[in-house]
């Protein structure tokens, strides 16, 4: 069972931290479908020193997700602990995240996400002050290194479980992989059987049975499901189905992914308004028809829509379509 200092978890099976995606709308939809733990998109420190409008409603935190990861990012120790401490008295989180692995240039380039992976001495520090300063449990998401070059996976876990952190998670990639190439699981069982703390092991998880096989094959106490996940929350139910009965259920209709769709986008207007969850909805709509057939006309209309009421007449007019040609209705 996963357990991250006093929390247990009911499966260890873990939503990403994807940026741009994990709103509580997403996140709400994953806890629903049976994911253990979900955990929030990364928050600014200095926009939340700056109470910067954007960044403290990414804060916002539905009681209905818990138990909640809360993902910060920054460069500096001062910045990243006053952020903490404010995340720590101000939401109702149940873990506070640092995340080491974000690999996009303009993050790095401030000395935060994957910069981190270079110097395992800041690592210690870092993660050191911020658990003196919070009660929450403080764990890290990073990657195995920065390069081919330099894979300090093993010294930057240590580093963190020395600093009292209560458990690190794992992409198999390093910095300059991006999202491309083969996330390697032999360090993340390196790490594994270097540290006493869970440890979540991240990348290429694309079935229930690549969850399965992880957990048995590399030892890790979690995975943790991002992309996969996307527009398609099934993924994390047929993977907690498979890991507890050993069986895994039918993949679902077409009209139930939409039906699902439709539930997000609801609660994305609840969150954001009509506007500004119907634009944001174009890219998960695109997720959601993905596997169904003949969706190229549908999936280019999806991005001219503004109001809910095309989106849902546009998505439901092509299940409807998709369902008279499954019945033989249509030639």
Not at 9 to 16: I, Q, S
Not at 254 to 270: A, N, Q
């Amino acid at each position: 069972m996963l357990k991250i200092g006093a929390i247990t978890m009911k499966n260890p099976v873990v939503l990403a931290p994807m940026a741009g995606v994990c709103n509580p709308a997403f996140r709400l939809i994953a806890k629903d479908f049976g994911a253990g733990l979900v955990c929030a998109e990364m928050v600014s420190d200095k926009g939340i020193l700056y109470e910067n409008e954007k960044s403290l409603k990414m804060l916002y935190v539905d009681e209905r997700e818990k138990p909640l990861s809360l993902q910060i990012f920054g460069g500096e120790r001062e910045s990243l602990v006053a952020a903490a401490k404010y995340v720590d008295k101000n939401t109702n989180a149940d873990i506070i995240d640092i995340n080491m692995g974000c690999p996009v240039p303009k993050i790095t380039k401030c000395d935060a996400g994957a910069r981190w992976l270079l110097d395992p001495n800041k690592i210690y520090e870092m993660v050191a002050a911020t658990v003196d300063a919070v009660q929450k449990p403080v764990t890290v998401k990073m990657r195995v290194g920065w390069d081919e070059d330099h894979i300090f996976a093993v010294q930057n876990a240590q580093a963190v479980e020395r600093a009292g952190g209560a458990a690190v998670s794992v992409h198999g990639r390093t910095r300059v992989q991006m999202y491309e190439g083969k996330a390697n699981w032999d360090i993340i069982k390196q790490v594994k059987e270097s540290v006493s703390i869970p440890v979540i092991g991240n990348g290429d998880i694309s079935t229930p049975h690549d969850a399965k096989h992880a957990l048995e094959t590399y030892g890790v106490d979690g995975v943790m499901i991002g992309r996969a996940a996307l527009g398609n929350p099934w993924m994390l139910y047929r993977t907690v189905q498979f890991l507890e009965t050993g069986e895994i259920p039918a993949e679902p209709t077409p009209r139930e992914k939409i039906d699902i769709c439709m539930l997000h986008m609801d609660r994305l207007i609840d969150l954001k308004g009509e506007d500004v969850a119907v634009r944001e909805m174009r890219k998960h709509a695109a997720w959601y028809l993905k596997g169904l057939p003949k969706t190229g006309t549908v999936r280019n209309e999806v991005n001219t829509k503004t109001t809910r009421d095309e989106m849902s007449k546009l998505l439901y007019g092509y299940i409807e379509e998709v369902e008279a040609k499954q019945q033989g209705k249509v030639s």
